[in-house]
Structure formats: structure tokens, C-alpha cells
């Protein structure tokens, strides 16, 4: 039986052998993962934990929290502030920014996370997960402001997400292709199950909220029509359709075995670009789905070259086997 590779190892090696991430950036790693297997032992126990239900607060998006929103971020945040890894962190349910306290050590950092994706799942048992992106401080001045955080998702040194479902699952690239790694509770870490993931270019599945179809744009309109015209209409094939409603579940499929996930701008609220947050989400995602040969735009361009301009910035998204993104976002340079 082949040795299992642990994400300790992984992770050294990444660092000795192939000099690819520096010290500092693994031992962070290696705490975001610990947080998320606390994170995971608390959605394992649901009721009997007393973590389900809303929280009667609000996130600064004015969404209701659920209470495991609120632990989710505090695990991530204790976790993380004193291992001298970090100079700050920020987090789609925080207003600002979150210094590392001054008694700490002050790394060179900074991390972004989404605790809890799929906050509508959780009370029905269905797959959530944390999504993570880790960026370099730049060297400009002393101290951490909020600008230090709006750098293009192409400058990012490392991205994933954990999966809570039937298994707890950590999906991580550190720029030279995507892995994965499955918790052993027996053992209690994560250990590596793939490699290299690779997305197919083509697919036969869409994920895509139906609900909101007479709120699109035209070419998104185009391009789910076409698709459900099957193997009668120009594309020549059926297609079938799904949807978690949980961005990490949505994508987990599509790294799984293909896909094309979309969560387009709407004219319920035109001013906006689109429901998704840029630096907690579309970012580290697009380039998760990059890494393993995919594509990710927001219908025009590719997401890792926006430059933001806010903290809770939003963003269209449409992600992953490559050539279905390619199409839609023809569709859209088309008008």
C-alpha cells in the first residue's frame, strides 16, 4: 500500500524540494488548515452543537449571519493572529480590516477568507465550506492599511477551499497546479488523494440559478438557451443542470469532473457587477480553476486581472471548463 502523503509533508516538500513557497507561507497554510478542521468538527455536530439557526446579527453586506458564520470567522481569526505568519486579515463578515495585535510578531501576509460559504445549506445539511486566499504584503511603507488588500488575483501566492460534506475535503494550489486532500479523523489530518486536477475543456453541465433567468443579460440568456435546447439545438449535445447554491460545492464538482458554473450580473440590482465577492471568492476560486486548466471571467475578462477598488468589491462569474467560458464570454463581446 502506498504511503499516505500528509499536507505537513506536501507541504515541506513544496518548500525543500521544489523551493516553491517559503517557510512562513507553510506554517500559514498548515494554521488555515488546522482552523478549518475545528471549523468542520463544529458543522459535524449541527444541532447538537447548538450552532444552527441565524445569529440576529448582520454581515456588512446586510445579510443575516448564521451563528456558524460568526464561529467560523472567530476560529480563523484566533487561529491565525498570533502565529507571527500575518500582518492582517479581512473577511467578507467583517466591516474593515483585522490588524494582528501588537503583542504578536507581524508577518508579512495578509489573508482573506469567506468562513462559511453556503450559509443557506447549513441548516439543511448540505455541503458548505471556507474559501481562503493569501497574498503578499507589499513593502511600500510600515504597517497594514485597507489599500494593502486591493491587489489583482493574479498576485496571489496561495488559494483554496475546504469542503465540509461527507467528507472534509482542502482544495490548495500554491501557484504550480491544484491538490487535494482528504481529513482522516482517525489520524486528524488532512492527507493528499490528488494530484495535478485537471478540469476537462468540455463539458456537458451547467450550474446556474434558473430562478433569475428573466433578470439576465442577453448573452447569458443565449447561451443557457442553447444549452437547453439539447442535442436538437446548435450545440448538439444535452446538457444537464446543477446547482447547489453553495459556491464551494458548485466548484468542487466542476475540479471533479467538469462543469460550468455561472452567477451573472442581473437587473434586479443593475448598479451592481454581480452578487459574488471578488477578493473573498471569484479571486481565489478563478485561480484554483485556472490552475487546473480552466478559465474564469466575470463575461468579459478574465477575473484575476481585475484591479479592486473595494474591500467587499462584487463581481459577475462564470468558471470552468475552458471552452464553455471561452463561449460565453464571446457571447458578451458580441454586443
Given at each position: 500500500?502506498?504511503?499516505?502523503?500528509?499536507?505537513?509533508?506536501?507541504?515541506?516538500?513544496?518548500?525543500?524540494?521544489?523551493?516553491?513557497?517559503?517557510?512562513q507561507l507553510r506554517?500559514?497554510?498548515?494554521?488555515?488548515?488546522?482552523?478549518?478542521?475545528?471549523?468542520?468538527?463544529?458543522?459535524?455536530?449541527?444541532?447538537?452543537?447548538?450552532?444552527?439557526?441565524?445569529?440576529?446579527?448582520?454581515?456588512?453586506?446586510?445579510?443575516?449571519?448564521?451563528?456558524l458564520d460568526i464561529?467560523?470567522?472567530?476560529?480563523?481569526?484566533?487561529?491565525?493572529?498570533?502565529?507571527?505568519?500575518?500582518?492582517?486579515?479581512?473577511?467578507?463578515?467583517?466591516?474593515?480590516?483585522?490588524?494582528?495585535?501588537?503583542?504578536?510578531?507581524?508577518?508579512?501576509?495578509?489573508?482573506?477568507?469567506?468562513?462559511?460559504?453556503?450559509?443557506?445549506?447549513?441548516?439543511?445539511?448540505?455541503?458548505?465550506?471556507?474559501?481562503?486566499?493569501?497574498?503578499?504584503?507589499?513593502?511600500?511603507?510600515?504597517?497594514?492599511?485597507?489599500?494593502?488588500?486591493?491587489?489583482?488575483?493574479?498576485?496571489?501566492?496561495?488559494?483554496?477551499?475546504?469542503?465540509?460534506?461527507?467528507?472534509?475535503?482542502?482544495?490548495?494550489?500554491?501557484?504550480?497546479?491544484?491538490?487535494?486532500?482528504?481529513?482522516?479523523?482517525?489520524?486528524?489530518?488532512?492527507?493528499?488523494?490528488?494530484?495535478?486536477?485537471?478540469?476537462?475543456?468540455?463539458?456537458?453541465?451547467?450550474?446556474?440559478?434558473?430562478?433569475?433567468?428573466?433578470?439576465?443579460?442577453?448573452?447569458?440568456?443565449?447561451?443557457?438557451?442553447?444549452?437547453?435546447?439539447?442535442?436538437?439545438?446548435?450545440?448538439g449535445k444535452d446538457?444537464?443542470?446543477?446547482?447547489?447554491?453553495?459556491?464551494?460545492?458548485?466548484?468542487?464538482?466542476?475540479?471533479?469532473?467538469?462543469?460550468?458554473?455561472?452567477?451573472?450580473?442581473?437587473?434586479?440590482?443593475?448598479?451592481?457587477?454581480?452578487?459574488?465577492?471578488?477578493?473573498?471568492?471569484?479571486?481565489?476560486?478563478?485561480?484554483?480553476?485556472?490552475?487546473?486548466?480552466?478559465?474564469?471571467?466575470?463575461?468579459?475578462?478574465?477575473?484575476?486581472?481585475?484591479?479592486?477598488?473595494?474591500?467587499?468589491?462584487?463581481?459577475?462569474?462564470?468558471?470552468?471548463?475552458?471552452?464553455?467560458?471561452?463561449?460565453?464570454?464571446?457571447?458578451?463581446?458580441?454586443?
Amino acid at each position: 500500500m502506498a504511503q499516505k502523503v500528509s499536507l505537513t509533508r506536501y507541504l515541506v516538500e513544496k518548500q525543500r524540494t521544489d523551493g516553491h513557497i517559503p517557510a512562513q507561507l507553510r506554517l500559514l497554510l498548515e494554521v488555515v488548515a488546522r482552523a478549518c478542521k475545528s471549523i468542520s468538527q463544529a458543522v459535524n455536530k449541527g444541532a447538537l452543537g447548538g450552532v444552527l439557526g441565524t445569529a440576529e446579527s448582520e454581515n456588512v453586506q446586510g445579510e443575516v449571519q448564521k451563528k456558524l458564520d460568526i464561529i467560523s470567522n472567530e476560529v480563523l481569526i484566533e487561529a491565525n493572529e498570533w502565529g507571527g505568519h500575518l500582518a492582517a486579515m479581512a473577511s467578507e463578515e467583517m466591516d474593515s480590516i483585522h490588524l494582528v495585535p501588537s503583542r504578536y510578531p507581524q508577518g508579512e501576509y495578509l489573508l482573506l477568507f469567506d468562513p462559511l460559504d453556503g450559509s443557506s445549506n447549513i441548516d439543511v445539511n448540505v455541503s458548505i465550506g471556507t474559501i481562503f486566499s493569501v497574498l503578499k504584503k507589499p513593502e511600500e511603507h510600515p504597517g497594514v492599511q485597507e489599500s494593502d488588500f486591493l491587489q489583482p488575483g493574479s498576485r496571489q501566492v496561495a488559494a483554496g477551499y475546504c469542503l465540509y460534506g461527507p467528507q472534509t475535503t482542502l482544495v490548495l494550489t500554491v501557484g504550480d497546479g491544484v491538490a487535494m486532500f482528504t481529513l482522516d479523523r482517525e489520524q486528524g489530518s488532512f492527507v493528499l488523494t490528488q494530484e495535478d486536477v485537471q478540469i476537462p475543456a468540455d463539458t456537458k453541465e451547467f450550474a446556474i440559478n434558473m430562478s433569475n433567468m428573466r433578470h439576465w443579460d442577453e448573452p447569458v440568456k443565449q447561451y443557457i438557451g442553447e444549452c437547453l435546447q439539447g442535442k436538437d439545438g446548435p450545440r448538439g449535445k444535452d446538457f444537464n443542470m446543477r446547482w447547489i447554491a453553495s459556491m464551494v460545492a458548485d466548484v468542487h464538482r466542476i475540479l471533479t469532473r467538469g462543469g460550468i458554473f455561472l452567477y451573472p450580473w442581473d437587473k434586479r440590482e443593475p448598479e451592481k457587477p454581480g452578487k459574488l465577492r471578488l477578493m473573498y471568492e471569484a479571486n481565489p476560486m478563478g485561480w484554483l480553476v485556472e490552475q487546473a486548466g480552466g478559465a474564469a471571467t466575470d463575461g468579459r475578462q478574465r477575473i484575476l486581472d481585475i484591479e479592486p477598488t473595494k474591500l467587499h468589491q462584487r463581481v459577475a462569474v462564470v468558471l470552468g471548463s475552458k471552452n464553455e467560458v471561452e463561449r460565453v464570454t464571446s457571447y458578451h463581446s458580441a454586443l
